[in-house]
């Protein structure tokens, strides 16, 4: 690039920063190669500043919830007692079953988080968490979605959600494991957009490197924005898809597209159904389900006080019970619905310690908060449903989430590789078998869904007493 127009670039480029107090992004440019000034004008170019200026002038206060405690009410929910009732259990699966059956289900996997808080620098999903075959996430889900698509004897196409930070690797890891098994044809991958950091005080972008903004991805929330922009909206309609089932890469036993899941949700009309489990302890660290002002929605754990989350009822139950797991089943067009409102998912503000350059170009890596990430939450989307429904799961059968690295008590590979075997020593022992306590055990989908794919398939009265792992073959 010319002298002329490297000096044009800086000139466009100061005219559109200056009014919005953000020309301290063009501070080192005299100091950087072409190649770099022309990453930094991309990065700066690709913002949306009308959003952006949105953003940075709002308030940043939280709800007060304390003074709004007495309109809130816990949701109205399918508990599992009510669940088990045979004839609507039976209609649910049988209308799940059908959904399956014509084509008519799509899986999003969000998947664009880095596995660093398990020491563990790559996509999250490619993190290796079978207690016996040593399988990654990416690996155990897709398999789950590829044994339910066969068993429905249908398409069941995978929508996989990335960020900048994991999408090319993720791609690679994929591809050179042979999709692992999963028609490339029913799968897409799509990338979460990226918003600016801003000092905490001046509201100023800050620099990760002279060329680099500090950007971080836009939340799960993202998703409807991402999959809107990649065209994938349009492609789930021309492909006849109607029900959505969303979850999360970090949880192994997610339940992909479970007939008795999508089924309440179809019959019950619900445009958002959300899976939930019964919280014991006040402080877990879940989104609190919650029914407000007529609507359903989530309060962050972070967002709700203490006095509020310890309340309990009569029989000594916690009264806000239902912790969310992130997991959804969305109408398409309630998502379509959703993507044509801009203001329908909304920024909100996390106080982080970042670091960043100072005006010399020094690294300051700060001892308290100094920044504000901007980040949009999916569960935003539950008051503009029209009908939302709330689900409980057992979190023995269907959650138990990889996101601590050890001494944590919770949550950690060691503690969710232990909530896999449990459950399949479960399956086993309802077949008739006798398992070691504490054995490790990992059954393959292709050999069982759930515990009652193995009745009739394993002889009563079999032993196991070696780690055990059931696969086809």
């Given amino acids: 690039m010319s002298a002329a127009l490297e000096n044009s670039q800086y000139a466009a480029l100061m005219r559109l920063l200056e009014p919005l107090g953000q020309a301290h992004l063009l501070r080192f440019w005299s100091e950087l190669s072409a190649d770099r000034r022309q990453r930094l004008a991309q990065q700066i170019q690709a913002i949306d500043w009308e959003t952006f200026a949105t953003l940075t002038a709002a308030e940043t206060g939280q709800q007060d919830w304390e003074q709004l405690a007495a309109q809130v009410a816990p949701p109205q929910a399918l508990s599992l007692l009510e669940q088990a009732e045979p004839q609507r259990m039976r209609a649910a699966v049988a209308a799940g079953e059908e959904a399956l059956a014509r084509g008519q289900v799509g899986f999003i996997l969000v998947a664009g988080g880095q596995g660093s808080r398990l020491g563990f620098e790559h996509p999250k999903g ?53 999709w692992f098994g999963y028609p490339p044809a029913d799968i897409r991958i799509f990338c979460q957009g990226v918003i600016p950091a801003v000092d905490r005080q001046t509201r100023q972008i800050l620099l990760a490197e002279k060329d680099e903004l500090f950007v971080n991805p836009d939340g799960h929330g993202g998703c409807l924005a991402a999959l809107a922009r990649a065209g994938l909206l349009e492609e789930m309609r021309q492909r006849g898809i109607e029900q959505l089932f969303y979850g999360q890469v970090d949880n192994p036993l997610l339940q992909v597209c479970q007939p008795a899941l999508l089924g309440h949700h179809l019959l019950s009309g619900s445009e958002v159904t959300t899976q939930v489990v019964r919280k014991l302890d006040p402080g877990q660290k879940v989104g609190n389900v919650v029914r407000w002002q007529g609507r359903t929605q989530i309060i962050e754990y972070s967002d709700i006080p203490a006095s509020l989350a310890s309340q309990r009822n009569a ?31 909304p920024f909100h503000r996390a106080l982080k310690k970042v670091t960043s350059l100072d005006d010399q170009g020094r690294k300051l890596q700060p001892d308290e908060p100094n920044a504000i990430k901007f980040e949009r939450f999916i569960f935003d989307l ?69 515990g009652s794919d193995l009745l009739g398939r394993i002889r009563p009265g079999t032993k196991f007493t070696e780690p055990v792992w059931l696969a086809p073959g």
């Fill in 126 to 178: 490619m993190f290796p968490i079978g207690p016996v075959s040593g399988r990654s996430l990416f690996q155990i889900l897709l398999e789950h979605a590829r044994a339910r698509s066969l068993r429905a004897g249908a398409a069941l196409p995978v929508f996989i959600m990335t960020s900048p930070q994991t999408d090319q690797e993720t791609r690679q890891f994929l591809a050179a494991n042979d």
């Fill in 382 to 450: 539950l008051p503009h449903a029209r009908e939302a429904i709330v689900v409980e799961v057992d979190p023995a059968l269907g959650f138990a989430a990889v996101k601590n690295a050890p001494p944590a008590a919770a949550e950690t590979p060691e503690w969710v590789q232990a909530a896999i075997s449990r459950l399949h020593r479960h399956w086993l022992r309802q077949a008739g078998a006798e398992v070691a306590d504490n054995l490790p055990v990992e059954i393959s989908p292709f050999v069982a869904l759930d």
């Fill in 315 to 345: 029989g000594g139950d916690l009264r806000f019970w239902a912790g969310s797991i992130a997991v959804h089943v969305f109408a398409r067009e309630f998502l379509e619905r959703c993507a044509a409102q801009a203001e329908t998912l």
